[in-house]
């Protein structure tokens, strides 16, 4: 039987075997839009990239990053494992508020399932490599007072999740995705207008005019503002007011820059937005879905599974 055992580089271990070290963790988070961000509970920023000296070790292919310390420093917990494929997890402690993470994106899920990995160095001697203390996925966070909070779970987490595909009427997958590579078109904006009502919901740039509905179904992103860096669908624009299908984080703000694009709907014969739209003839190439699955009326169409929206 093999017995797989953690991998520490002999010029670290001599390191650890010493009267005195000096080393620190790092904390290395990739969101799920590709941004990457470091952290050090050391009291000066470090650089420090993995794959120049342990290369392939854990996958880290995301270069070079500044870990930050101070304001942008991380405080881990210790973390709780377990050899019966249990979760294992831990908490990060930052200090959100500089240049990289802000208390609004936490709030608004900016970094849900981002990917983790922590890593023990020597601060003095990074040529040593490095120890992988732990790679995983981020999951709960919240802000209290001055600091946010980071729930860390390792990646036996992810055998808790569903990973078969559905059989759905309308099409599984991502339109402009790897499976759906069809390529679409951003519109820039700026808020002009706030509804009084529902200001985390509904807004409108007078610089836009398009047809009504032509961004349903559609994404918006932010750009600046309280939210900026996270997605929602689009329930509804007229011209260039949008209704957003859920309330963002934070209030939208006149002077917020956003992006905007249409999606599919993810029907086989729609010829007006959906695979017909967009791929004519050779939708049976793309559509990630069963058409002609067997439904006792319309309604049925309801049913959990049967169908998936937007993007």
Not at 4 to 27: C, E, F, N, W
Not at 32 to 44: H, M
Not at 112 to 130: F, P
Not at 180 to 188: E, G, I, L, Q, S
Request: proline share 6%.
């Amino acid at each position: 039987m093999t017995v797989l055992r953690k991998y520490i580089p002999p010029a670290l271990q001599s390191h650890y075997d010493g009267s005195a070290v000096t080393v620190t963790l790092i904390m290395r988070i990739r969101t799920k839009s590709g941004s990457v961000y470091g952290f050090t509970d050391l009291d000066v920023d470090l650089p420090y990239d993995p794959s120049v000296y342990d290369p392939g070790n854990t996958g880290d292919d995301w270069g070079l990053i500044n870990h930050k310390a101070l304001n942008g420093g991380f405080q881990l917990s210790r973390i709780e494992g377990a050899a019966d494929l249990s979760v294992d997890n831990a908490e990060a402690i930052i200090l959100p508020g500089d240049d990289s993470i802000t208390p609004q994106q936490l709030i608004a899920g900016y970094l849900d399932s981002a990917d983790v990995r922590i890593y023990r160095v020597n601060y003095m001697d990074l040529s040593m490599g490095h120890e992988c203390v732990a790679v995983g996925k981020l999951g709960n966070q919240r802000v209290s007072r001055n600091s946010g909070a980071l729930e860390f779970l390792s990646l036996v987490s992810q055998l808790k999740q569903p990973e078969a595909e559905l059989q759905t009427i309308t099409c599984r997958h991502v339109f402009g995705g790897p499976n759906c590579p069809k390529a679409f078109t951003w519109t820039d904006g700026e808020v002009t207008a706030v509804d009084g009502d529902e200001p985390r919901r509904i807004f409108a740039d007078s610089g836009l005019s398009p047809d009504d509905d032509a961004f349903v179904p559609g994404v918006v992103e932010w750009l600046t503002g309280d939210n900026s860096g996270i997605e929602m669908d689009v329930e509804q624009n007229t011209a260039g007011t949008f209704a957003l299908m859920l309330p963002m984080g934070y209030t939208i703000k006149i002077g917020d820059t956003f992006r905007v694009r249409p999606d599919c709907t993810k029907l086989w014969g729609d010829a007006a937005k959906g695979c017909l739209f967009h791929w004519g003839a050779d939708r049976y190439r793309y559509f990630g879905g069963f058409p002609d699955i067997p439904t006792a009326d319309a309604g049925a169409g309801a049913i959990p599974g049967a169908i998936k929206s937007g993007r």
